[in-house]
């Protein structure tokens, strides 16, 4: 009588070497883009936030245990905190938008053979992110509250964009990287 075939898996216990290069260029990428590309492309004073794309993207390719997208969005908000911008609000609203984006990735979203998880995914934790970075100038830098009417636009059409991005480059990096 054959014996019963068992195959053997390991839980994944962290983030190997590679998985940390890649979060580092993805950021540094997205921290480049956001400072270089970002001045040059300015539509009516929205520019596209670079870093929350490229660490959606990251925690896509990755699939990262939650705690680790902590790490990754605190990262990410200390990267903003040498660019110009408000000091320390990034912290939190990057925080949350990576949050957001490691429970997001756990969530089938498919029709048919199209994953739709890169745009969708994204486009829900740039709001967080823009969101709570929007909440958090009015509570503690004290803007006046009419102005909440032009900080929606502009967190919308950058979730279009970031998402856009990520849905672009997610299929070639996960063949490219084999993920």
Do not use: W
Request: net charge positive.
């Amino acid at each position: 009588m054959a014996e019963k075939r068992v195959i053997k898996t390991e839980e994944k216990k962290g983030l190997n070497v590679s998985d940390i290069i890649l979060i580092a260029v993805l950021l540094a990428a997205g921290a480049v883009l956001k400072y270089f590309a970002g001045s040059v492309i300015n539509f009516f004073g929205m520019k596209p936030n670079f870093i929350i794309a490229m660490y959606c993207l990251a925690i896509l390719l990755i699939r990262p245990k939650f705690i680790e997208c902590l790490v990754i969005g605190l990262l990410a908000g200390a990267i903003c905190q040498v660019l110009p911008g408000t000091p320390y609000i990034n912290f939190i609203s990057e925080l949350l938008g990576a949050a957001v984006m490691g429970l997001l990735i756990h969530v089938p979203m498919k029709i048919k053979k199209l994953d739709l998880n890169p745009i969708v995914a994204t486009f829900i934790s740039t709001v967080v992110s823009g969101g709570t970075y929007t909440i958090c100038l009015f509570l503690f830098m004290h803007y006046e509250a009419s102005a909440m009417a032009a900080y929606v636009p502009i967190v919308l059409c950058t979730a279009v964009i970031n998402a856009i991005i990520v849905q672009i480059l997610y299929l070639p990096l996960q063949k490219i990287l084999k993920k």
